[in-house]
C-alpha cells in the first residue's frame, strides 16, 4: 500500500517561508509523478506544482516565482519550498503521486484528476 506522509505546515507572517516535505513508502518518487495540491476553506482543490519522473516542474500561476518543487530519489521525499508567503496561500497542503506506467504521461497543474495516491495534508496558515 502506497503512502504519504506531509509535514512542516505551519502559521507564518506573510512574506514568510516555509518547507514542506512528503514522505513516500512502497512509491518510488524518482521513477514516477509527484505533486504538491492544496485546498482552501469553501473551495475546491488546485493543483500547486507537480515534478514528473524526469525532474521537470510545472507550477500553478499563482505561485511561480515563490514557490519550488524537488525530491530527493534517495530518501523518496518530495519537498516544497514556499517563500514570500501570501495570506491566500491559506490552506490545506496535499501530497499528490501516481505510477508513470498506469497513466503513461504525469499529470499537469491543469490535470490533477489523474494523480490517485493522497496523503492526509499539512496545514498552512499565513497571516497578513
Known amino acids: 500500500q502506497v503512502r504519504l506522509v506531509e509535514s512542516g505546515g505551519g502559521s507564518v507572517q506573510a512574506g514568510g517561508s516555509l518547507r514542506l516535505s512528503c514522505a513516500a513508502s512502497r512509491f518510488t518518487a524518482g521513477r514516477n509523478c509527484m505533486g504538491w495540491l492544496r485546498q482552501a476553506p469553501g473551495k475546491g482543490r488546485e493543483g500547486v506544482a507537480v515534478i514528473d519522473s524526469e525532474g521537470s516542474t510545472t507550477y500553478a500561476d499563482s505561485v511561480k516565482g515563490r514557490f519550488t518543487i524537488s525530491k530527493d530519489n534517495a530518501k523518496n521525499t518530495l519537498y516544497l519550498q514556499m517563500n514570500s508567503l501570501k495570506p491566500e496561500d491559506t490552506a490545506m497542503y496535499y501530497c499528490?503521486?501516481?505510477?508513470?506506467?498506469?497513466?503513461?504521461?504525469?499529470?499537469?497543474?491543469?490535470?490533477?484528476?489523474?494523480?490517485?495516491?493522497w496523503g492526509q495534508g499539512t496545514q498552512v496558515t499565513v497571516s497578513s
Open positions: 499528490a503521486a501516481v505510477y508513470l506506467g498506469y497513466v503513461g504521461r504525469c499529470p499537469t497543474i491543469a490535470t490533477i484528476e489523474f494523480f490517485n495516491y
